[in-house]
């Protein structure tokens, strides 16, 4: 089975920068998803990583590190609407590719 | 990227009664997830539909509860039977796809069924 990790909430300052992270246990990693989820509504697709280093897009950076299991979510310049859920994902191929997903971390983004 | 539709977006049922939540793509895909979220959970697999095969369920999920359709390659339909109040959440219908080089899942807007 698999096993993952992520805060349940975190809370940060708009204009600030947050570090959401994600801790997994799996025996065939095959990619580490992180997506956004408002409240009421359908998950966003963020960033894929599957090899080790930072993915950067815009405001938003995953980082991921094999070998210790674990992945981090970076959030720049924070704003108010960037208040929502992040959910960590992993794929593991002894799985049939599925994705299965951490718990998630609801931020909230204070003035 | 796929852009995906489910109806209905909610509803209210009551116990004992069964529910069909149909999911519409706008392309061909090989393979339709199908995703519980309970309230204030994160998403949990139910089973993954091909097209032309007995949908695979996860542990926990059997066919007489959940009966899932394909009939082709941009629909499918999850039923929930037999309600009971333990069955209200958000039911999400997922495909798999590319989104600036990467493969990822889109996911449908939800249907969220409240069971009384």
């Known amino acids: 089975g698999q096993n993952i990790d992520q805060p349940t909430e975190m809370t940060a300052t708009e204009g600030a920068i947050v570090q959401i992270n994600c801790t997994y246990q799996?025996?065939?990693?095959?990619?580490l998803f992180w997506y956004q989820q408002h409240a009421g509504e359908a998950p966003t697709f963020l960033s894929y990583?599957?090899?080790?280093g930072l993915e950067e897009k815009g405001r938003f950076s995953s980082f991921l590190s094999r070998s210790k299991g674990y992945s981090y979510l970076l959030l720049k310049e924070l704003q108010m609407k960037d208040s929502a859920s992040y959910l960590c994902?992993?794929?593991?191929?002894?799985?049939?590719?599925?994705?299965?997903f951490g718990g998630g971390t609801r931020l909230m983004v204070k003035p | 990227s796929a852009v995906i539709s489910q109806k209905p977006s909610r509803d209210i049922c009551q116990r004992g009664t069964s529910l069909t939540i149909q999911c519409q793509v706008d392309?061909?895909?090989?393979?339709m997830f199908w995703y519980r979220q309970q309230p204030g959970q994160s998403l949990t697999l139910i089973a993954t539909?091909?097209?032309?095969?007995?949908?695979?369920?996860e542990s926990g999920f059997v066919i007489d509860k959940f009966p899932i359709s394909r009939p082709n390659l941009t629909f499918s339909t999850l039923t929930v039977s037999n309600m009971s109040p333990e069955d209200s959440s958000i039911y999400l219908c997922?495909?798999?796809?590319?989104?600036?080089?990467?493969?990822?899942?889109?996911f449908g807007p939800g249907t969220r069924l409240t069971v009384l």
């Open positions: 997922s495909v798999e796809g590319t989104s600036g080089g990467s493969d990822t899942q889109y």
């Open positions: 799996t025996s065939g990693f095959n990619g």
């Open positions: 990583n599957v090899l080790d």
């Open positions: 994902a992993v794929r593991d191929r002894n799985a049939g590719n599925m994705l299965t």
């Open positions: 392309s061909q895909v090989t393979m």
């Open positions: 539909a091909n097209q032309g095969s007995e949908a695979t369920y």
